[in-house]
């Protein structure tokens, strides 16, 4: 993975680490207050030889002292000095609970001795602290002058107890910020992981890859479009994706003569009937007659999306039940009409498998210059592909980073059986940190390398001249 697709992947995925970072360092701050806490109080001793040491010689002087430093620290954290100290503060404590507070360390190659006390009470540990200086420096002069004369050993206190200011254990500070550091990497990792193992379609030339043709618009992911479903009600540059997608298909001459085009997606929530209805609206707005036919009958949603009465449509046309002139509605003051899939429909395949559907495309056909018919999703109805056979070309949608790979090739797989092109690819969800405008005209031939084409040649080489007069029912 380049360095670009890495930073794309973190700008896509920018709630991770930031997640991470959230997590990681609540965690530490939940983990650094559950811990009991301790606090320290230090001191550190010199030992050196005295006058009569001496007297032997400095050298033999400094190894005497030298020698003692191991004796030292053995009765610093012996269990004389632990009763000593219990005497002297009167805590409530045995020699050896006394003895695990104590730490003493020999400095290698010095004559210094550092002493460490631990204690959940600051205080406590200064108390034990002042109580083993002195009773330490006492115990020297008793061991020092047990065979009578004077000590050959002098004690010096370089550094005396002090009350602790702040806890020595947990260290919630750093705690929290180590947390948080690993926290924002494993965030990191995981928006960079997700892209690298490649199964989601994330980019307009993984998406052209796949179904082979090329992206002809990104529709973002927005807040207007999930709640009110219509780009007309949101920003002006919401408004400019989907007249963008018009700009192509008029540039490869979809509608110059009647063309009945097919809205489909792999599984549904990929935004098919969002993309329809918004194109339906752009293209009407350019002056084209469009007919939207909502032939996702098992889950019509277009004539809600348009607030437009939803009783009676396809189904009920097919059927015999209602005719095509009562049922389909024109939206507002608009050149754009809407025949609705209709309620309560059991027998979705039956009704995609109607001998009645393609005179009632073709009958739209001569009244429109453009129709739109939405497919149900093609991996999961059957009928989809027999639906396909009757259009003159499929407009793909996508959506971004939640549709896999392998989906998308079997949808591709579903048209290609039908022998049915796809003219182009939306790619729908997009974030806004991706950019607002794809890569037009990547395409390729399956198996064949990579070639930068013009998206006016590349989709006017899908479309040729098919019509469904000629193609197999």
């Known amino acids: 993975m380049e360095l670009r697709d890495a930073l794309a992947a973190i700008r896509a995925g920018w709630w991770k680490p930031l997640a991470g970072l959230v997590l990681g360092a609540g965690l530490a701050l939940g983990i650094s207050l559950l811990l009991p806490v301790h606090y320290q109080s230090t001191m ?5 030889a005295t006058r009569v040491a001496n007297t032997t010689g400095p050298l033999q002087g400094s190894q005497l002292a030298q020698d003692r430093l191991a004796s030292y620290t053995e009765v610093l954290t012996g269990r004389d000095i632990a009763q000593r100290v219990i005497a002297d503060t009167r805590i409530k404590a045995t020699p050896k609970a ?42 020297v002069q008793q061991l020092e002058t047990a065979g009578g004369g004077a000590s050959a050993i002098q004690l010096v206190t370089t550094q005396v107890p002090q009350l602790p200011s702040a806890p020595s254990f947990p260290r919630t500070v750093m705690n929290v910020v180590v947390g948080a550091a690993v926290g924002l990497l494993i965030g990191l990792l995981a928006a960079v992981m997700r892209r690298a193992t490649g199964r989601w379609v994330r980019t307009a030339r993984q998406a052209a890859d796949l179904v082979d043709a090329p992206v002809i618009g ?16 949101g920003r002006r540059e919401l408004q400019e994706c989907f007249r ?9 001459d979809v509608g110059a003569t009647p063309t009945v085009l097919l809205v489909a997606s792999a599984l549904p929530g990929e935004g098919k009937s969002t993309l329809m209805v918004n194109l339906g609206l752009s293209l009407a707005e350019a002056g084209r007659t469009v007919t939207l036919v909502e032939a996702d009958v098992g889950s019509p949603t277009v004539a809600a999306y348009l607030g437009l009465p939803r009783e009676q449509g ?42 009645e559907l393609p005179p009632l495309l073709e009958k739209l056909r001569g009244r429109n210059d453009l129709v739109l018919v939405e497919a149900p999703p093609l991996l999961t109805a059957a009928e989809a592909a027999r639906l396909a056979v009757r259009t003159d070309g499929v407009l793909m949608t ?41 890569s037009y005209g990547y395409r390729r031939s399956r198996g064949a ?19 469904p007069a000629t193609r197999a029912p």
């Open 44 to 48: 550190q001793f010199f030992v050196s």
């Open 98 to 139: 006394v003895q695990r507070q104590i730490q003493a360390t020999a400095l290698p190659n010095t004559m210094l001795i550092d002493v460490t006390v631990t204690s959940a009470s600051p205080q406590r540990a200064l108390d034990i602290a002042n109580a083993l200086h002195n009773e330490f420096a006492s115990a």
């Open 218 to 233: 990104l529709v973002p992911r927005d807040r207007v479009l999930r709640k009110r479903r219509l780009a007309r009600d």
């Open 244 to 252: 963008r997608i018009r700009t192509n298909l008029q540039l490869m």
């Open 314 to 355: 396809l189904a009920q046309v097919l059927s015999g039940e209602a005719d095509l002139d009562d049922v389909v509605q024109s939206f507002e003051d608009t050149r754009l009409s809407v025949l609705g899939g209709g309620e309560d429909v059991r027998d979705t395949d039956g009704v995609l498998g109607s001998d």
């Open 398 to 438: 996508i959506r971004h980073d939640r549709t896999r790979v392998d989906e998308v090739d079997q949808a591709a797989g579903v048209l290609d059986f039908a022998d049915t092109p796809v003219l182009g690819v939306v790619l729908s969800m997009v974030p806004r940190s991706e950019g607002s405008a794809p």
């Open 449 to 467: 390398a990579w070639e930068r084409r013009g998206t006016v040649p590349a989709l006017r080489a899908h479309v040729g001249n098919v019509s």
